[in-house]
């Protein structure tokens, strides 16, 4: 079975600095999807980013970018200029393309706050 | 983007009694929704994957005559908790794929259900 780990259940970063994410992951699989989703205190799931497997560059969108590592099954999230709207729950999560019905494989989540 | 609606954002029942929580796609067509539950400072749990005009699949672990869902329509799933105790307190998200195999799952902004 698959499954998703997030080993830093809390982080910090100070405002405009930059802090790094972790996140692995384990399957059997070749194909397949990974995310970082962002949870506010608000509780709406938002989609930060967004890597296909078989894409070997890594995936960027404005200040965030990850660090795909396949063979070492390792998919870091990277967030640059952090801002005081950053804080919040980060979930890495694995999806399969073929099997399991497209359901999501959460990791237990990182907490990041941003000090001003 | 995708919009994923979910009714109510919270409800206070007494126990033994039940509640029906609504997610609808709003402008898309979702075969498939998931539904979680999600403890606070926790991961999302799945409890089981929708699929219109079938049976839900239900997570191991989840009983299925306790959370009864129903996806009657390729716009509407519904989570029914039948006689709520106050152990099934906790917060619900679902979530919908767009027909088709779109990688993307889109989530509604999830329910609060306490159970006094």
């Known amino acids: 079975a698959q499954t998703v780990t997030q080993s830093q259940p809390e982080m910090s970063v100070q405002e405009a600095e930059t802090v790094t994410l972790s996140c692995t992951y384990d399957?059997?699989?070749?194909?397949?999807?990974l995310f970082w989703y962002k949870q506010p205190p608000s509780r709406q799931m938002i989609l930060v980013i967004r890597?296909?497997?078989?894409?070997?560059q890594n995936a960027t969108e404005n200040r965030f970018s990850v660090n795909f590592q396949k063979a070492a099954k390792s998919f870091s999230l990277k967030i640059s200029d952090s801002q005081l709207g950053d804080a919040a729950m980060y979930f890495c999560?694995?999806?399969?393309?073929?099997?399991?019905?497209?359901?999501?494989?959460f990791g237990q989540g990182t907490e990041l706050s941003v000090k001003p | 983007g995708a919009v994923v609606s979910q009714h109510p954002s919270w409800v206070i029942c007494k126990s033994g009694t039940s509640v029906k929580i609504e997610c609808r796609s709003l402008?898309?067509?979702?075969?498939?929704m998931f539904w979680y539950r999600q403890f606070p400072k926790q991961s999302l749990m799945l409890m089981a994957t929708?699929?219109?005009?079938?049976?839900?699949?239900?997570e191991q672990g989840v009983e299925k005559d306790k959370f009864l869902i129903n996806h009657a329509s390729l716009t509407l799933s519904t989570l029914t908790v039948t006689s709520a105790h106050p152990e099934d307190s906790s917060f619900y998200i679902c979530?919908?794929?767009?027909?088709?195999?779109?990688?993307?799952?889109?989530f509604g902004q999830g329910t609060r259900l306490t159970v006094v």
């Open positions: 979530s919908a794929l767009i027909s088709g195999g779109n990688t993307e799952a889109f």
């Open positions: 399957t059997s699989e070749s194909d397949y999807y």
């Open positions: 890597q296909e497997a078989y894409k070997q």
């Open positions: 999560a694995y999806r399969d393309i073929y099997n399991q019905g497209g359901k999501l494989i």
């Open positions: 402008d898309f067509q979702a075969t498939t």
């Open positions: 929708s699929n219109e005009g079938s049976k839900a699949t239900y």
